[in-house]
């Protein structure tokens, strides 16, 4: 820290940030009578804020990134070493971490073959909706440009990647948006009482059939691709039911649809293996991915795709237009491929996808404990160290549960020293869900501090 800061006392970095600092996804008016946080150091799971406070931390830096937990000295070698070597090249060249990431990443994605370096997940997003609209206009004479997406499912804070928005909450005042997104209904069980005309049974081949409706309604020629989040994050943790993704799979494939799979949350190890949708067995036609590439140690994110679609860019080198005419400056910095093949090596070495997949459970099993004892809580849900508890007024009528109360149940949480996260600004009406994702590296003490604090918070929120 810069010696004209105490480390002891850092009065003088609470209030440049509280002069300055405009914090995300956050209203600023109770900083006028409270101290913004300020998170100092970090440590494992463990982090610690500006009064030295220890929080044990379940959600990897807020927003599922720091899969693999603070501190970790070989990963801030790596990028020491790399950025000594060579910081940064415009990716028209090629860097040595680049190719020898891409070479390991392209190793666990059996059946893609190219990947695109940017630096956000929105912009990994954009990067393959701008390969869908080209596909239209190179091969379907300017058609098939529609792009859907589902109820729920978050893409990115860009405009376009708004445009693909299923949480309104986040769009809302911020239209209008690109035109030919079109939305898809969402494929929560738990909440298909709320969708006309869903069945009690094969609900998950039902919600994909509502996709086909979409694209005959929309006309065939006119779709271009399909996006969706292999488990739905900040939409209240979805896993899709049943029979839902082999009858996506199936659609795109009837109506010739490329099927773009948005990992941002789920890539890199999140759901107990490398990437979401290969826990149903799915193809893609692209994947992007961002926060846990590198666990947060670099900026870095992946717009990857299929040597099919790569050859559909690569023909006549005569004509100016034809190819991919896209950069991201600091999809050229080397820090964060350098990072990423670190972060990979200590996912594979120390077997975290393994240990995400049994903590997982774990935690799953003690959540469902709570349920016994909190009627508050009705549904649990999620994934590997991916998971979701949702709060309701009522087991019976599913009516959600306040989301000042939701709030207060982190709140209190925090007060204990465990983060846990909640959705947040997303679907109106429906911030109710209490989310977990806690760093792959979580031992069997840590998931069960995580519950105790949530058992304590519900009992003194909700009694
Ligand atoms: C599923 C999903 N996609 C895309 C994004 C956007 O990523 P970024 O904030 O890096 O632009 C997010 C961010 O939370 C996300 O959860």
């Known amino acids: 820290m810069d010696g004209t800061f105490n480390e002891n006392d850092l ?13 995300h996804l956050i209203q600023h008016k109770p900083f006028e009578t409270n101290d913004p946080r300020i998170i100092v ?18 959600v990897s830096g807020g927003v599922w990134t720091v ?22 090249f415009a990716n028209s060249a090629g860097s040595i971490p680049g190719s020898i990431f891409a070479e390991k990443l392209i190793e666990k994605m059996p059946g893609m073959s190219r990947v695109y370096y940017t630096n956000s997940g929105s912009e990994a997003n954009e990067k393959a909706f701008k390969l869908v609209r080209q596909i239209a206009h190179k091969r379907y004479g ?10 729920r499912d978050y893409h990115g804070s860009t405009l376009a990647t708004m445009s693909a928005g299923g949480q309104d909450e986040r769009t809302v005042q911020y239209g209008p948006f690109a035109p030919d997104f079109v939305r898809v209904p969402h494929c929560m069980e738990y909440r298909k009482h709320e969708l006309d005309g869903a069945p009690e049974e094969n609900f998950g081949e039902w919600a994909a059939d509502q996709i086909e409706e979409v694209i005959l309604r929309e006309g065939p020629d006119t779709v271009g691709a399909l996006c969706l ?8 943790v979805i896993e899709a039911p049943e029979g839902y993704w082999q009858r996506v799979q199936e659609i795109c494939k009837k109506y010739d649809v490329l099927l773009h799979i948005d990992e941002v949350v789920c890539g890199v190890g999140r759901t107990g293996t490398w ?3 290969q826990q149903y067995g799915v193809k893609p036609d692209f994947v992007t991915m961002a926060k846990g590439v590198a666990s947060g140690y670099a900026a870095i994110a992946c717009m990857v795709t ?22 991201s400056t600091f999809g050229g910095c080397t820090a964060g491929p350098a990072a990423a093949i670190e972060n990979m090596r200590i996912i594979e070495d120390e077997n975290l996808l393994g240990n995400c997949a049994a903590m997982g459970d774990r935690m799953t099993g003690n959540l469902r404990a709570l349920m016994e004892k909190h009627k ?37 949480c925090m007060a204990q020293g465990v983060i846990i996260g909640a959705t947040n600004r997303s679907v109106p009406g429906r911030n109710n869900t209490l989310c977990f994702s806690p760093a792959l590296i979580a031992t069997a003490d840590d998931i069960d501090q995580i519950t105790d604090a949530v058992d304590g918070a519900l009992g003194r929120v909700f009694g």
């Open 11 to 23: 009065s003088r970095v609470v209030e440049a940030d509280r002069a300055h600092i405009w914090h």
């Open 41 to 58: 150091e970090g440590k494992g799971m463990r982090v610690w804020d500006q009064k030295g406070k220890e929080h044990l931390d379940a």
């Open 67 to 88: 899969n693999v937990g603070y501190g970790r000295e070989s990963i801030a070698k790596a990028v020491y070493d790399q950025l000594m070597k060579l910081c940064y």
């Open 142 to 151: 300017g058609k098939k440009t529609k792009i859907l997406y589902r109820d």
């Open 229 to 236: 989040e292999p488990v739905t994050a900040g939409g209240g």
């Open 275 to 277: 990437f979401g949708y």
């Open 306 to 327: 299929t040597e099919e679609v790569f050859n559909m860019f690569k023909d006549d080198a005569d004509d100016p237009l034809n190819y991919f005419r896209d950069i």
């Open 376 to 412: 508050v809580i009705g549904d649990v849900r999620g994934k590997g160290l991916f998971l979701g508890a949702e709060l309701v007024a009522d087991r019976a009528t599913k009516e959600p549960a306040p989301e000042k109360l939701t709030q207060a149940v982190v709140a209190d």
